[in-house]
Nanobody
Framework: QVQVVESGGGLVQPGGSLRLSCAAS????????MGWYRQAPGKQREWVAA???????NYADSVKGRFTISRDNAKNTVYLQMDRLKPEDTAVYYC??????????WGQGTQVTVSS
């Protein structure tokens, strides 16, 4: 099963940018689709973005045009570039394999706070 370590979160003003990183191990990384997910206070975890093993990408409507997911198979790492951040993007961000459920192991996540 995949083990992940997310990093890159922080406090940013509305309209700002952050780049999240996720280092994965325990799988043949290049063969897996990967995804970013987030959980805001008091809400269920939701899917944000995904990238296939062939680097095709998909985004939730709420982040389309503002977030960009990418991967570096040589580094077993997936990234999430977040631009034009909004207060409603505030959440703990997690990465995992695509279509991960509560039955999958999850990392600690990285906190993103968008506030002036």
């Amino acid at each position: 099963q995949v083990q992940v370590v997310e990093s890159g979160g922080g406090l940013v003003q509305p309209g700002g940018s952050l780049r999240l990183s996720c280092a994965a191990s325990g799988i043949i990384f290049s063969r897996y689709g990967m995804g970013w997910y987030r959980q805001a206070p008091g809400k269920q975890r939701e899917w944000v973005a995904a990238i296939s093993s062939g680097s095709s990408t998909n985004y939730a409507d709420s982040v389309k045009g503002r977030f960009t997911i990418s991967r570096d198979n040589a580094k077993n790492t997936v990234y999430l570039q977040m631009d034009r951040l909004k207060p409603e993007d505030t959440a703990v961000y997690y990465c995992n394999v695509r279509y991960a459920t509560d039955q999958n192991p999850w990392g600690q996540g990285t906190q993103v706070t968008v506030s002036s």
